[in-house]
């Protein structure tokens, strides 16, 4: 297969996870797998959350499009482009926000700083419901955020 090819199927692929990501974190997550996810919205009481299940489940996923892709073209690629989003979300997510490692640096401007920004105020809201920014390599304008972020949880209007 040309390497042209691999790199666009490598290329959708860690796209295409952004996506699923998203779509896994806003109703999935914050859906019927909350009882692990929920350890992520609560402090940290050792070195794991049980929310670092998902990421075992995704490592092994990516470890079986590796074993699969040495019978079906292009499927290598694939995984290829899952490992690089998971290496990419692992420095995002656990580093430069959680610093579950110590990061190598604190982005202060751009494209980091934001999605760094947008993630704390995914973790503004520690309840299943009520919660923005869903994304790890893409989020929306700050503004946004905090509007829709205010909408959500605006406290009951008053019976009278
Ligand atoms: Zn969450
Ligand atoms: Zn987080």
Do not use: C
């Amino acid at each position: 297969m040309n390497a042209l090819l691999n790199i666009a199927l490598a290329a959708s692929a860690f796209v295409g996870m952004e996506v699923f990501a998203w779509a896994m974190h806003r109703w999935v997550m914050h859906g019927s797998a909350w009882t692990w996810h929920e350890s992520h919205h609560r402090p940290r009481t050792g070195p794991f959350e049980r929310n670092d299940r998902f990421v075992l489940i995704f490592s092994l996923i990516a470890v079986a499009l590796f074993a699969i892709g040495q019978v079906v073209p292009g499927l290598t690629a694939v995984a290829i482009g899952v490992t690089l989003y998971g290496v990419a979300y692992f420095t995002m997510h656990e580093v430069l926000v959680h610093r579950r490692l110590p990061p190598p640096f604190t982005p202060r401007s751009g494209y980091l700083a934001h999605l760094v920004a947008a993630h704390h105020l995914h973790h503004a809201v520690h309840t299943r419901e009520g919660a923005v920014s869903f994304g790890f390599l893409y989020a929306p304008p700050l503004r946004k955020l905090r509007a829709q972020l205010r909408t959500l949880n605006r406290p009951p209007a008053p019976q009278d």
